[in-house]
């Protein structure tokens, strides 16, 4: 079935850094690709998605490129502020496995000033 | 507009109680589905209801969990004989028509605890 493997945390970073999580897939089908984001006492939002290969999903200075020959989305962003402390989700959804979303195991990014 | 709503926003039971959580989806959404979030499995999806079509249940774990969706609206969620396993973050998500590539938008959640 269908699978989401993401880098585990905590990832600590100071404020400016740069910031990458890895974010690798398995499907049956040919999947669109998800980042959620979970900020502390919220609940999960999007990010960014993206629905086909190459394709490039950017939101708030972050961004994701589905790469189909590696099985791979990861996330990127710059510069990081202390706002964008959160818990990430890697996620997937295809239409092969019912078009639900199948999360990874999410990835806490802890921002200090 | 109004996003998902999920009530009530916390849950306290007793092990073998019946519980119900409900879940209004943003309207006009044709899809809704539920996800628990819990510290030793993370997010799993439970069901799926798109429009007039027969649910997937394939994610519920067991037959004490059930769920339906009246009117294409509003969904309840019910567990039945509480387990402390049951203890959770229960999400509610809809999307404008199920599609793979629509983004799902999630409610709060409703946070179980079983004691």
């Known amino acids: 079935g269908d699978s989401v493997t993401q880098m585990e945390g905590p990832v600590t970073l100071s404020e400016e850094a740069f910031l990458t999580i890895n974010c690798t897939y398995t499907?049956?089908?040919?999947?669109?690709l998800f980042w959620y984001v979970q900020y502390p006492g919220e609940g999960l939002q999007l990010l960014l998605k993206?629905?086909?290969?190459?394709d490039k999903g950017s939101n708030k200075g972050f961004e994701a490129t589905y790469r189909k020959e590696t099985t791979s989305f990861h996330l990127e962003k710059g510069s990081v502020q202390v706002s964008d402390s959160a818990v990430y989700f890697c996620?997937?959804?295809?239409?092969?496995?019912?078009?639900?979303?199948?999360f990874g195991g999410g990835t806490r990014v802890l921002v200090k000033p | 507009g109004a996003g998902v709503s999920q009530s009530p926003s916390n849950k306290v039971t007793e092990k073998g109680k019946d519980v119900e959580l409900r879940c209004d989806p943003i309207?006009?959404?044709?899809?809704l589905y539920w996800y628990r979030q819990s510290l030793g499995q993370g997010l799993e999806f439970l069901i799926y209801?798109?429009?007039?079509?027969?649910?997937?249940k394939s994610g519920l774990p067991s037959d004490r969990f059930s769920a339906e969706r009246t009117g294409g609206s509003v969904s309840t969620l019910t567990i039945q004989r509480t387990q402390q396993e049951d203890s959770a973050v229960y999400l509610c998500?809809?999307?404008?028509?199920?599609?793979?590539?629509?983004?799902?938008?999630f409610g709060p959640g409703t946070r179980l605890t079983v004691l």
């Open positions: 996620a997937l959804s295809d239409r092969a496995a019912g078009n639900k979303l199948t």
């Open positions: 209801f798109q429009g007039n079509s027969a649910p997937d």
């Open positions: 993206a629905t086909k290969a190459d």
């Open positions: 309207s006009g959404h044709t899809a």
């Open positions: 499907a049956t089908g040919y999947p669109s």
């Open positions: 998500a809809s999307s404008l028509a199920g599609a793979p590539t629509d983004t799902q938008y």
